[in-house]
């Protein structure tokens, strides 16, 4: 499930002194590139070339420019989600307002884009819900397993407006508001060998998110196989 989610409204909280400087790097590296984007955004309105009055005119619009992270690579649904979301924020305000999406764990992995998120360094985040059970158990809710037969009955779960509101809470309650979310299938595993039954998993080494409910289906489908 791709979840798309932004820090809660209020106050900022302040910076822990905690941080490493990988992350402070990557704030950093943040803070750049909105200054940057920012910087272009002031040029093009003041470069555009169709007479001062019109320059003036156009120098009094207030315009906006925005991050948006995600660990995932570009050519996947989450990046597709996060461009269709710039363009539709673009179209609306009418271009005053512009978000830059930057995929493949720029601004950081999925732990660093949830606290960086939650701290108001990264107004927006676009990412798998399984990472973030750490942060909001009840996000372990879309990793239960065997509970549908088909992606269609899902999606008339998870489309119910009162599932959608329950997990609006969620997210406010973990500091962050819960925007939208998009299913991207029912999760698979992919292997070099040849996988029928339980059984063909003895042995086989399983890479998985940060997330410990995946790892105990996993010892669970492991118990089972020896009942």
């Not at 820090?7 to 990557?26: D, E, Q, V």
């Not at 939650?118 to 990412?127: A, E, S």
């Amino acid at each position: 499930m791709a979840c798309f989610y932004v820090k809660k409204a209020g106050k900022y909280n302040k910076p822990r002194k905690s941080y490493s400087k990988y992350r402070l790097w990557r704030r950093a590296a943040a803070v750049m590139m909105i200054l940057s984007l920012t910087a272009g955004l002031a040029a093009c309105g003041g470069s555009a070339g169709e007479g001062s009055q019109a320059a003036a005119k156009d120098a009094g619009v207030q315009r906006y420019a925005w991050p948006l992270g995600s660990s995932s690579p570009e050519d996947t649904v989450t990046q597709i989600y996060a461009e269709k979301f710039a363009d539709e924020v673009d179209r609306l305000s009418d271009g005053k307002m512009k978000i830059s999406v930057y995929p493949n764990s720029v601004l950081g992995g999925d732990r660093e884009l949830l606290e960086s998120c939650k701290d108001g360094d990264i107004p927006f985040v676009v990412q798998n819900t399984a990472p973030q059970v750490t942060f909001m158990k009840d996000t372990a809710v879309f990793d239960m397993p065997a509970l549908f037969d088909s992606i269609d009955e899902v999606r008339e779960h998870v489309d119910n407006p009162r599932f959608m509101k329950l997990m609006q809470q969620v997210y406010n309650d973990g500091g962050y508001e819960l925007l939208g979310y998009a299913d991207q299938g029912f999760r698979v595993m992919t292997t070099n060998k040849k996988i029928e039954s339980l059984a063909d998993f003895k042995g086989q080494k399983i890479r998985t998110m940060e997330n410990s409910y995946i790892w105990h289906t996993g010892r669970r489908s492991e118990q089972a196989r020896h009942l």
